[in-house]
């Protein structure tokens, strides 16, 4: 499972940038703290929805390990909460030039323990998103995250198979309600990465000849993806011949 550091980073220094803000900024009929149902400052336009919010399951049955992934994009928003049943699970306010110009899309992952304590710490069910815009518009939204995970899919060439470069076809076995499959090649010896989603009708992927290097060896990654966004993923490499 990848992340990209900027993401991280940003989640960061929004946290940061939460805990310094002037106090002096804050309206004297502002909640403070957890965006809730009421108003969340003085003179509020109104309620937007969120143009996307979702929050799913990676499970990786390689490594035996999984973690919770969140999507959300909205207009500029300086606050954000995500909460299950009432319970408040995280909360990101901006202040400074964050809080000024705003944040739009937000995505990160969570630690990836044993895949039954990801399921016994998110449980199944709706997870209410909530927000306010920098234009003081209070952000509203929901997902429902769904325990039932696509099966692993498996796939050849595998387990270091050497392959010829100029004829790599990547095949895996069909799996029944999934919504697409998503197939990463990669190799540690350059930062090219050939990274593509296709139809649930579809089992096999041709690696382009001039994506591969010989005497190389690269991973590979199918992931099945579920309507409910759960993904499952397969690892495995191959080794391409001279």
């Known amino acids: ?118 399921l016994d710490a998110f449980p199944a069910g709706e997870y209410r998103f909530r927000g306010r815009t920098i234009d003081r518009f209070r952000l509203t939204g929901s997902a429902t995250l769904s325990h039932d995970l696509p099966p692993a899919p498996d796939f050849s060439p595998s387990d270091g198979e050497v392959v010829d470069p100029d004829d790599v076809v990547i095949e895996w076995t069909a799996i029944g ?24 009708e579809t089992t096999e992927l041709r690696v382009p000849p001039t994506f591969l290097e010989a005497n190389t060896e690269y991973k590979v990654e199918i992931l099945a993806i579920a309507p409910s966004g759960n993904r499952t993923i397969t690892e495995g490499t191959f080794v391409t011949g001279p």
Not at 47 to 60: G, K, L, S
């Open 1 to 118: 499972m990848r992340m990209h550091h900027s993401i991280i980073a940003l989640l960061a220094l929004a946290y940061v940038a939460g805990c310094n803000e002037d106090v002096a900024e804050q309206s004297p009929t502002a909640t403070s703290g957890v965006v809730g149902e009421e108003p969340m400052e003085a003179g509020s336009r109104g309620t937007v929805e969120f143009a996307d919010a979702e929050i799913f399951i990676e499970f990786n049955s390689t490594a035996n390990d999984a973690g919770i992934q969140v999507f959300l994009d909205a207009e500029a928003w300086k606050e954000i909460e995500i909460s299950h049943r009432g319970h408040e699970l995280l909360e990101i306010e901006a202040s400074g030039g964050m809080k000024e110009l705003g944040l739009t899309e937000l995505r990160f992952e969570g630690a990836e323990p044993d895949p039954d304590q990801v």
């Open 177 to 200: 309600g999934v919504d697409r499959y998503q197939v990463i090649v990669e190799s540690d010896a350059n930062d090219f990465v050939l990274e593509i989603s296709v139809s649930p």
